[in-house]
């Protein structure tokens, strides 16, 4: 009975040896679907480009992008683009609305006040005059 175990336990890694990189790929796509249904995002890799950001709408008057655009230019566009796109459709304002809801949401999070960059921390003393 024993030889029997040992044999099927033999036939079945020659087959996963066969189909190995079948097995990584489903294995791999089904850990990314996990991922997702949990809430986890992969970080950013160095897909993109300056040009791509400026047709998606990335771009304005106050934030333009047309001099990255430069042979020398070795980085691969804006970072968090995805988060930024999000909230332009979500709550339909501009590029530069966008931003700034990220970037107040994001001050929001590590306690610093938005409105003057002050840390919201009790125990914070500041020793400048904030009043005018």
């Known amino acids: 009975m024993l030889i029997y175990l040992i044999l099927l336990l ?14 990584v790929d489903l294995a791999s796509a089904a850990a990314d679907q996990m991922n997702r249904l949990l809430g986890y995002h992969l970080l950013p890799t160095n897909a993109g480009s300056f040009e791509s950001d400026i047709e998606d709408g990335l771009t304005s008057s106050q934030f333009d992008l047309t001099d990255n655009l430069g042979d020398q230019e ?24 966008a931003r700034l809801i990220r970037q107040q949401k994001l001050l929001k ?20 005059s904030t009043s005018s």
Do not use: H, W
């Open 74 to 97: 070795t980085r691969a566009g804006l970072k968090d683009k995805e988060e930024i796109i999000k909230i332009m459709k979500r709550q339909k304002v501009s590029f530069d609305q």
């Open 10 to 23: 033999f036939i079945c890694l020659i087959i996963c040896y066969v189909f190995r990189q079948r097995l």
């Open 109 to 128: 999070k590590n306690n610093i006040d938005p409105t003057t960059g002050l840390p919201m921390d009790p125990k914070f003393v500041s020793f400048g």
